[in-house]
């Protein structure tokens, strides 16, 4: 990836997902950065965030869509950060990247759904990772010709469950996959990392960003989540990103590239950060990572149905209409029900392969909540 255009101070940020984990870190980040940020629209869920911008969007709007499209095509937009979790991303996504703009995404399932289609509509260095796993590799390959890359390697904290005693997961409450060690994000994502499926998604959105074979992206356990990713490369050399977790470095690189702003977050010290453990993961207990992977092989609308199944299960299980170990199956049961035939679109429709995924993922929607219907019956 390369820089797209100079940038012009201040940059004029919209940001989607206002009032969220990531959006309020993006916002500490802008108000600690005045000359070089400034807010000109802010899209939320239920809640809007205590601000004055030109466009304030809720979701539950009734001409949101229109609005949201005129908030990141507005010529006073510069930037657009993606933090609303799932699949709602993808429309504003794409309206953005057709209108020239730079898009810093953390909204990993617009790629696990329709990388393609999104990488091919973005232009050179139109997409910034703010990801932390992504941003760490990003960061590696900076100066790094491509041909150079042996592996990406993804780190996982292992999530809340990792040292659940047991391979029993039929008790786990929500509060315990609420419980992550060491990041605070929002719930989806949270309960993603405990089934580790966050990594799984983080696997695809990586192929798409960076161009690599998915059998060329490893993952790896490393609790303390302090080395966020490494790069290793042809000649046995690897390269790591180390820093505290915190989110506002990877937004505030996704935001001011390719500058590093000063004191975003305080820098490590090494002495006192103790034992970084690495360890292999164990695919047994959490199969996700083989289940994206299986889809991302396969490809067309399958990422959609991993992706779209996996929301709706995460959403059951968080509203207590399902259980923990309901999710994977529920996935599984939606990818091996799924008949790509079924999704083609008919002749005529102007983006077939869009369609397609649409399609996908509103099947696999359809598919969980049939299959939840049955069990609440
Ligand atoms: N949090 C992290 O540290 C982290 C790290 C890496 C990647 N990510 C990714 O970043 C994305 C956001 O995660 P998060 O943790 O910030 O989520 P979050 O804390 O749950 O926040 C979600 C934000 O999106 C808004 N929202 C929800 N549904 C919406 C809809 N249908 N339309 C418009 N806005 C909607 C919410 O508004 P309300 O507050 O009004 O509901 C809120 O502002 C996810 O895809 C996640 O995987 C997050």
Same mark, same amino acid.
């Given at each position: ?251 505030? &690189?996704?935001?001011?590239?390719? #500058? $590093?702003? =000063?004191? %975003?977050?305080?820098?490590? !010290?090494? *002495? +006192?950060? /103790?034992?970084?453990? &690495?360890?292999?993961?164990?695919? #047994? $207990?959490? =199969?996700? %990572?083989?289940?994206?992977? !299986?889809? *991302? +092989?396969? /490809? ?13 299960? %995460?959403?059951?299980?968080? !509203? ?58």
């Amino acid at each position: 990836m390369s820089v797209a255009h100079a940038p012009r101070w201040p940059l004029g940020v919209a940001l989607l997902g206002a009032t969220g984990s990531i959006g309020s870190q993006a916002l500490d980040v802008i108000d600690r950065f005045p000359d070089r940020f400034r807010v000109v629209g802010l899209l939320s869920g239920r809640r809007l965030p205590n601000r004055t911008a030109r466009y304030t969007v809720r979701a539950s709007d009734p001409d949101a869509g229109a609005r949201v499209r005129e908030m990141v095509t507005d010529p006073e937009c510069d930037l657009v950060l993606v933090a609303v979790p799932g699949a709602c991303a993808l429309e504003p996504t794409l309206a953005a990247l057709d209108a020239g703009k730079r898009l810093a995404i953390a909204t990993k399932e617009v790629l696990v759904m329709a990388g393609e289609v999104v990488m091919r509509r973005a232009g050179p260095g139109a997409i910034r990772p703010v990801d932390s796993e992504h941003s760490a590799i990003w960061q590696c390959l900076w100066g790094e010709a491509p041909e150079s890359v042996a592996r990406l390697i993804l780190t996982a904290t292992g999530g809340p469950l990792l040292r659940h005693p047991g391979r029993d997961w039929r008790t786990v409450t929500v509060e315990q996959a609420l419980r992550h060690p060491t990041w605070s994000m929002g719930p989806k994502v949270t309960v993603d990392s405990a089934t580790l499926m966050n990594k799984g998604l983080e696997m695809i959105e990586a192929h798409h960003l960076f161009g690599l074979p998915l059998d060329r992206i490893e993952v790896v356990i490393h609790p303390q989540s302090v080395i966020h990713s490494m790069v290793q490369f042809v000649d046995g050399a690897a390269k790591a990103q180390l820093s505290h977790p915190d989110m506002r470095l990877p937004i505030a &690189l996704a935001l001011s590239y390719p #500058e $590093r702003l =000063p004191g %975003v977050v305080p820098p490590t !010290e090494f *002495a +006192r950060v /103790g034992e970084l453990e &690495l360890e292999p993961l164990d695919r #047994e $207990r959490f =199969p996700s %990572v083989d289940l994206a992977r !299986e889809a *991302a +092989r396969r /490809g067309g609308g399958y990422p959609a149905v991993l992706n779209a199944a996996n929301e709706e299960a %995460v959403a059951a299980f968080l !509203e207590r209409r399902s259980g923990f170990a309901d999710i994977l199956p529920l996935v599984r049961s939606a990818l091996d029900g799924f008949r790509p035939e079924r999704a083609d679109p008919p002749p005529g429709v102007a983006e077939p392969e869009l369609a397609a995924i649409l399609a996908a993922d509103a099947y696999a929607r359809q598919h969980v909540r049939e299959r939840l219907g049955k069990v609440e019956e």
